[in-house]
């Protein structure tokens, strides 16, 4: 079990490599920034360290150098990894202090054999057998080889990808062809065509045989032969196209022609890069790159119009319609290799998709941002911004990281399968592609994608519905009691000790319904209680209910800040003066009345706050001996307001369960005068 410091600044990279460290028995640190890095490293002085090159702020170069100018932690192996294997990057690492280095997406196995090495190699330094007197091991102190006769792992697995890159096309076009000479009713060409995409399955899997780490070892003469045997096959797909070539011009409008021509160009490929390519197994590990003529920045769709033509003009033609149910969806196809692109569109076409295409991980990212697509097939070795940065990127993003992504390689190793599917990916296929297996995995994905948008609509309605109901909830009730029953589902009854309640009550509203239509009793009646509301707002009263023409509200219930006596009272005179001001000629009388009440929420199905208590009732009877309009309030209530009101006694009456009581009749308040504290 060994201390690694981790210096990543992708979430995802830091979420697998921890795991895979884990999961070997090593205790991981992470780190984002090189700055943090080096001085974690300084603290805690780890058994060895991972870091990622491209990293915000110092790069991992400057860091590998000043961790290793440093004493405390010179001694410390460092593995680089970066996702750019491009020429150079090895001797970069090695001048910078890097004991080794590793490319993305991470060949787990050969890191693993990689950090044992260093971690055995650091050990047997710091604790040299008795007697011995040799120096601690160094890069230089290392025993040469030579480049032309040692194989190197990662470079077999890039030659691979880039020779199956042209065995692929040879094998999608040969596949296409077929299908559409059998739509075209061409049954003798059909048989023609299967046979150049079984010949170049076979070749693939003998290709594959060959090509392992396995095979290779230890026979840096296997770069010649395999090189030979692939220009045999290539030199067979052409003498074989040549022959189709001629038959096809024979045909009515010369079909099948440009596909075939692809064909050839591709063994040509085939014949071309594969000397150099099988001997770079066994030479300096830089990167033979792929050469790319498109420099279009042009977001182009390509779909199947409905009589069965591939719609965009650039794109060739096809006969014919698909036997099964179309696929819906918008795919967006990632590929550095031109013809790739070319395969995948016509393919896809066929099945009844929409697509686009991009040449790299960068341009994919800024067409993902401007364009809705429903799945993206990625593939994993491209310049720049290789497959696995964007398929990191798109999980990384919110906004992104529902879209099914379906990674594609010539890569066929569990490592990288296991690699993106823990990055995200939703499936990987090889290449070249199997059609039934493209679809199935491609109808899969888009199925997914349907519902999991469809879910996400639903959550969308939800939390409309939700925010509506809150709204309404809002609505009905004050909002410290909202809050209340949304976190406990009740609202707990309480009593308040000093509260103002206010009735105001229309004079002569039954007779008045009893002269007039619906529609202008309910109008008047709208504008009137508009118009409290207002005025309740504003001098801090909380409305508490309205009974047919009759208006109630309190003060000082959920907030005693102020004088509630006084603040009904300013809001009793208020409604009055505003009742006289509207056309519906109507007039009001107001009572007020202080002391405790109850308050709570009563209801399961419809939900209503309410108080209750002898201040109440005695509120209400107070109301009903302010005659025709105006304001009275009981004697508490003038206790409260008398230095702040003009008024006077209204007399003292008989009321029902209190016996004799005094009102006064207040007619206006001195809005100069300050609430005493």
Not at 2 to 16: F, Q
Not at 301 to 317: H, I, L
Not at 357 to 362: C, F, H, N
């Amino acid at each position: 079990m060994a201390s690694i410091l981790v210096i990543e600044d992708t979430e995802n990279n830091r979420i697998i490599i921890e795991r895979r460290l884990v999961s070997k028995g090593h205790v991981p640190t992470l780190c984002v920034t090189a700055e943090d890095g080096v001085e974690k490293a300084k603290e805690l002085l780890p058994d060895l360290i991972l870091t990622d090159i491209g990293l915000p702020g110092i790069d991992g170069w400057e860091a590998t150098r000043r961790l290793k100018a440093d004493e405390k932690t010179g001694h410390i192996p460092i593995i680089a990894l970066t996702a750019h294997a491009v020429a150079g990057d090895r001797e970069k690492a090695l001048a910078a202090g890097c004991d080794d280095y590793e490319t993305k997406p991470i060949a787990y196995k050969s890191l693993y054999a990689k950090i044992d090495a260093l971690l055995e190699k650091n050990e047997s330094s710091a604790n040299p057998a008795a007697g011995s007197e040799q120096p601690a091991p160094s890069v230089e102190a290392e025993e040469p080889v030579a480049e032309d006769t040692v194989l190197i792992p990662q470079r077999v697995r890039i030659t691979k990808h880039n020779l199956r890159n042209p065995l692929g096309e040879i094998f999608g076009f040969a596949e296409i062809l077929a299908e559409e000479a059998g739509d075209a009713e061409h049954g003798e060409m059909v048989d023609e065509f299967r046979k150049l995409a079984t010949s170049t399955t076979a070749q693939i899997k003998e290709l594959n045989q060959c090509l392992s780490t396995e095979a290779l070892n230890d026979r840096p003469d296997a770069a010649p032969e395999l090189a030979n045997l692939l220009g045999q096959f290539a030199g067979r797909i052409n003498g074989a196209v040549k022959e189709l070539i001629a038959r096809c011009q024979s045909l009515d409008d010369a079909p099948y022609v440009d596909d075939l021509v692809r064909i050839s160009d591709a063994a040509d490929r085939l014949t071309q890069r594969a000397p150099a390519l099988l001997a770079s197994m066994f030479a300096s590990p830089d990167v033979v790159a792929v050469e790319d003529d498109d420099t279009s920045d042009q977001t182009v769709f390509f779909s199947r119009s409905s009589d069965g033509d591939e719609s965009e003009g650039s794109a060739q033609n096809m006969s014919g319609s698909a036997a099964r149910d179309d696929l819906k969806g918008t795919v967006l196809v990632v590929d550095d290799n031109e013809p790739n692109r070319v395969l995948l569109t016509r393919r896809l076409s066929r099945e009844g998709c929409t697509v686009a295409v991009a040449k790299d991980g960068e341009r994919a990212m800024e067409m993902i941002r401007n364009h809705p697509f429903d799945i993206i097939l990625l593939d994993m070795i491209m310049p720049r911004m290789n497959g696995y940065e964007v398929l990191c990127a798109l999980k990384s993003d919110p906004d992104l990281q529902h879209i099914p992504v379906i990674m594609i390689s010539g890569l066929d190793d569990v490592e990288t399968l296991v690699t993106c599917i823990e990055g995200g990916a939703d499936d990987f296929l090889t290449k070249p592609f199997d059609p039934v297996l493209l679809r199935a995995r491609l109808g899969a994905c888009l199925e997914k994608k349907e519902l999991r948008d469809r879910e996400r609509e639903h959550l969308a309605v939800i939390d409309e519905q939700r925010r509506r109901a809150d709204e309404l909830l809002h609505v009905i009730l004050p909002h410290s009691i909202a809050l209340e029953l949304k976190e406990n589902n009740a609202v707990k009854p309480r009593q308040h000790p000093n509260v103002a309640v206010l009735f105001s009550d229309v004079t002569g509203f039954t007779s008045y319904c009893d002269k007039h239509a619906p529609e202008t009793v309910m109008e008047n009646l709208q504008t009137l209680v508009a118009r409290f509301e207002e005025i309740s707002e504003r001098n801090g009263l909380e409305k508490i209910k309205t009974i047919g023409d009759a208006f109630m509200a309190t003060a000082g219930l959920l907030d005693d800040s102020g004088n509630p006596s006084v603040q009904c009272v300013r809001a009793g005179l208020e409604m009055c003066a505003a009742t006289d001001e509207l056309p519906s000629g109507w007039r009001v009388h107001v009572g007020v009345h202080v002391g405790p009440v109850i308050a709570g929420v009563v209801g399961k199905r419809k939900y209503h706050f309410d108080v209750w208590g002898d201040t109440v009732n005695t509120a209400s009877r107070v109301t009903d001996l302010a005659g025709d309009d105006g304001l009275v309030i009981s004697e508490q209530a003038w206790r409260d307001v008398a230095d702040q009101c003009e008024g006077s006694s209204a007399g003292r009456f008989q009321v029902k369960g209190k016996g004799e009581m005094e009102v006064y009749r207040v007619t206006e308040i001195h809005p100069q005068r300050v609430v005493p504290d």
